[in-house]
């Protein structure tokens, strides 16, 4: 199949590589460095065991037309860089494309074919100007949730973490044959993808631990385990989970986890650091809308008191604010 990557970064480029071995014809839609690294060496992939692939079979380009029409079209990029992108998007687009959305948090997406009084909504927090909705057209979106972890250590090397599983699903619950086909296409290329008749529950499932641990590791600079086994902090991330809890079950969700578990679960993966801290301490813009603020507008449009999801969601983007106004970035460092 003919497949576009926007984004060769920990995920798409992980994603990228295991589907070119695999047989499919794959490009990545990439700028800079990564744009030249992997035009010069392909794109090589160093498996969590410490062996290495390298998918040499790839395009690489930042031109949208040059790539055209995709059977295919993952967009690897985290929610708050959707709308730079959204302009260009439909020139990979023909009317069979299926577009595989890899963002954690609420997807701009959400409302469509959801049913209810909400149906049609969209979230602010996610798409503030609508134009996501308009170019990248939900009609056309397979929703997936991303477990694997993994981490880009150089332009055009991506470093595999753990994990595997990319559940993928239609909005209106149905088994259609365009996301059986996504569901083969990922399976052949070593992932499981399951297809789920509910994409929403499994998105709430992951959305419950980034929500939470995510803003906490970002302003306490600590790990997972750090702040499941620090009990001040393991109540925090307990109290959000309870409040998220709330405002899912209001749209219908139920988990088929206690949070006991979920955080258990987080805490067994021990001295990892969440994607929030990583963009703190590198000097990027961090995702907190899509991870923490849609949860506080998915609030207030379900009348859920939120409150200790409010406290830190105002506390990170004062410090993606304030790291933004300095141009700088904050990290731990020893003292003396």
């Not at 790990?223 to 001040?232: A, E, G, K, N, S």
Request: aromatic share 6%.
């Amino acid at each position: 199949m003919k497949i576009a990557i926007i984004g060769a970064g920990a995920i798409g480029g992980y994603v990228g590589v295991k589907l070119a071995l695999a047989g499919e014809d794959v490009t990545f839609i990439v700028r800079g460095a990564n744009l030249e690294a992997i035009r010069k060496n392909g794109m090589k992939l160093v498996n969590h065991d410490g062996t290495e692939q390298v998918a040499r079979n790839v395009r690489a380009t930042n031109n949208y037309a040059e790539a055209g029409v995709q059977d295919i079209l993952i967009l690897a990029m985290k929610a708050h860089q959707l709308e730079a992108v959204a302009n260009d998007v439909p020139q990979l687009v023909g009317p069979n494309t299926r577009i595989v959305t890899m963002q954690n948090g609420v997807p701009y997406w959400y409302f469509h074919k959801h049913g209810g009084a909400l149906a049609g909504t969209r979230l602010q927090s996610v798409d503030p100007t609508g134009l996501i909705g308009e170019k990248i057209p939900a009609s056309h979106v397979i929703g997936c949730v991303v477990y694997p972890a993994s981490e880009l250590v150089e332009p055009g090397v991506v470093h595999h973490i753990e994990g595997d599983r990319f559940p993928v699903g239609e909005l209106d619950g149905s088994t259609s044959e365009r996301v059986t086909s996504v569901s083969e296409v990922f399976t052949k290329a070593g992932f499981k993808a399951p297809v789920l008749d509910n994409i929403r529950s499994e998105i709430w499932l992951k959305l419950w631990g980034n929500l939470t641990f995510n803003p906490i590791s970002a302003l306490s600079h600590s790990t997972l385990v750090d702040i499941c086994q620090y009990p001040l902090t393991r109540e925090l991330a307990a109290n959000m989970m309870t409040e998220a809890q709330a405002v899912a079950n209001k749209l219908g969700i139920t988990f088929r986890v206690t949070i006991d578990k979920r955080i258990g679960g987080a805490e067994k993966v021990g001295k990892h650091k969440t994607s929030m801290l990583q963009d703190v301490e590198a000097g990027r813009a961090p995702e907190i809308d899509a991870l923490v603020g849609s949860v506080v507008e998915l609030g207030k449009l379900t009348d859920t008191p939120t409150p200790h999801i409010n406290a830190t969601y105002a506390l990170v983007k004062l410090l993606a604010k304030t790291m933004d106004e300095e141009k700088g970035r904050v990290k731990m460092a020893a003292a003396g």
